[in-house]
């Protein structure tokens, strides 16, 4: 059959990697590549069909039916680190199966980070190497890809590819993840990681990812970020031959700065992993780090692999981090990036820490909340604390956690360490602008501003999902905050709104609606002497 005649269906399982998110509002770079694979390959864009696996769940039986008529399905999906989504849910293996089995007449193919640790799946024709981009192409043009020479590619299919943005029914509010490398360039791996089984390796030049930028920008596109690497101060550094690397901030700026020129209407650029290890290490990272923060936009994070604060778990798996300097690197990373932009920390740490690693025992909660009240009385900031648990990868054995101890610990923590740390993070009266109203249930709205790990917000009040509004914090959770809108205007104010406002409660906040005062005197009556207005004034515009 040829190319320009094959009826293809392309499906988002979605992924979810150390080094690469694309569960929405994020999209991985990896469906974008195998997009403008298909299209260079010769298949034209009116030929390919593109779903979200949240789309063909909508109606799962018609799907099939339709699915049953393109000549290829493709599937790209993989979560190899444990989440929780709000923007969709992940493909699961029973559903990759069921596919597999039903579908007669179509050849199905199956990529993603799934491949690098199952390796057949029944009902499949194909089960791609690790970069499906890369078999798909192959397969089609009858050609074999130098390794070497993968760059090269990506760059053109890259750029191809952001056409598929525009198909995506969360766009044009989508975060593009975009890849700096791929895999982890130490020479030994942690232990549990899937990072370990890729054998396809491979640096992005500048000037390539620079083009992407340019091409998703020119189709609507102004949310980035640097998500697809294991550490982004390792970008371009070259490995000698006991192991260390010799960084390279010149690459990290030539980057930064032509990302900024590509997409002039860029709304955010933010990055994910940096190794805490390597900041202390190298003294061309604090160069670095300045680089990011001269460039990026404000509530960036870069995610800290600590992993465990007990010594006995972190040599076990050969972690290269450890608590001393990991702290160094917060307290570095704090003196950096912790200057407020619109309110907002430019760039902070988030501290990973993974429970049911071999070496685990019963005092490493323990040693991982001490090392936590350590960083909270240093009058530190972490942005996000990330407790979770080891996904089995491979024949990685993996500890049984025991889950009342774990739910208790994780509940101390937020206790105690996390609801204050978002108090020193967003304290009350921060503005936080730009946030996008994903949800709504009951009478509370849940919104998060787009970029990388946002914090969740819950508004008082029913808001229509799909538009953007700033908001300003008025409480604080375990893992999120509550924030009124901003400006607070009184005639345009719920019941629910109102009441959110502490000393107010509901008959005060019935008599607002019912005087609807026009000035802070007026109001001052209707609330009462004894409520101190003073401290809130600010809060309250009257037309």
């Known amino acids: 059959m040829k190319l320009r005649k094959i009826k293809t269906a392309l499906i988002d399982g979605y992924l979810d990697e150390p080094s690469a998110l694309g569960v929405p509002p994020y999209i991985s770079p990896h469906i974008r590549y195998t997009y403008g694979a298909l299209l260079c390959s010769g298949i034209p864009e009116d030929m390919i069909s593109y779903y979200t696996i949240d789309q063909v769940r909508e109606n799962w039986e018609e799907a099939l039916k339709d699915l049953e008529g393109f000549d290829l399905v493709i599937i790209i999906a993989g979560t190899t680190v444990p989440g929780h989504y ?4 992940p493909i699961s293996f029973k559903e990759i199966k069921e596919i597999g089995n039903r579908l007669f007449y179509p050849q199905k193919v199956l990529g993603g980070p799934f491949t690098l640790v199952i390796k057949e799946v029944p009902g499949y024709d194909l089960i791609c190497d690790e970069v499906a981009a890369v078999t798909l192409y192959e397969r089609l043009e009858d050609k074999r890809i130098d390794r070497k020479d993968i760059g090269q590619y990506l760059a053109e299919w890259a750029v191809a590819g952001a056409r598929l943005t525009r198909k995506h029914p969360s766009y044009p509010y989508l975060v593009c993840e975009l890849e700096t490398f791929r895999g982890c ?5 942690c232990a549990f990681c899937s990072e370990r089984f890729k054998k396809t390796l491979y640096q992005r030049r500048p000037e390539d990812i620079i083009r992407e930028v340019k091409a998703l920008g020119e189709a609507g596109n102004h949310f980035f970020r640097l998500g697809g690497q294991t550490d982004l101060l390792l970008y371009q550094a070259r490995r000698l031959a006991d192991g260390s690397f010799v960084l390279n901030p010149g690459a990290i700026e030539e980057l930064y700065s032509g990302i900024r020129a590509a997409d002039p209407d860029l709304k955010v650029l933010h990055l994910d992993n940096i190794n805490p290890a390597n900041i202390t290490k ?6 670095i780090l300045e680089t990011i923060v001269k460039y990026n936009t404000p509530g960036d994070i870069a995610a800290f692999g600590l992993e465990s604060a007990d ?19 917060i307290r570095i990373l704090n003196s950096i990036g912790g200057k407020r932009v619109d309110g907002i920390p430019k760039l902070l740490p988030g501290l990973n820490l993974l429970h049911g690693l071999i070496g ?6 323990e040693y991982n909340y001490q090392y936590l009240k350590k960083i909270y009385a240093e009058g530190l900031m972490l942005r996000r604390i ?12 993996a500890e049984k956690v025991r889950q009342k101890n774990f739910n208790a610990y994780k509940e101390k923590v937020n206790r105690e360490i996390n609801k204050p740390m ?5 304290p009350t009266g921060t503005i936080i602008k730009d946030v996008l109203i994903e949800s709504r249930k009951g009478n509370i709205s849940f919104g998060r501003q787009l970029g990388s790990y946002p914090i969740l917000i819950g508004i008082p009040g029913e808001i229509e999902p799909g538009h953007f509004m700033d ?3 008025i409480d604080h959770g375990y893992r999120s905050i509550t924030a009124l809108p901003w400006p607070f205007r009184i005639e345009k104010a719920s019941l629910a709104q109102l009441q959110a406002i502490p000393g107010i409660g509901e008959k005060r906040a019935r008599a607002i609606l019912r005087e609807k005062p026009g000035n802070l005197e007026e109001l001052q009556e209707v609330l009462g002497k004894d409520f101190p207005l003073r401290e809130w004034a600010d809060w309250f515009v009257f037309n």
């Open 86 to 89: 709000l923007g969709g849910t």
């Open 185 to 189: 360039p130490r020479l030994d791996h």
């Open 282 to 287: 190298y003294r061309e990272s604090q160069q």
């Open 311 to 329: 010594p006995v778990v972190l040599k076990k798996n050969n972690i290269e981090s450890d608590p001393e300097n990991t702290l160094e690197a």
């Open 360 to 365: 685990e025992r019963p005092e490493t909660m």
């Open 386 to 397: 990330n407790i979770r648990q080891v996904v089995r990868t491979g024949n990685y054995p």
């Open 422 to 426: 978002l108090q020193r993070v967003f």
């Open 471 to 473: 908001l300003r914090v």
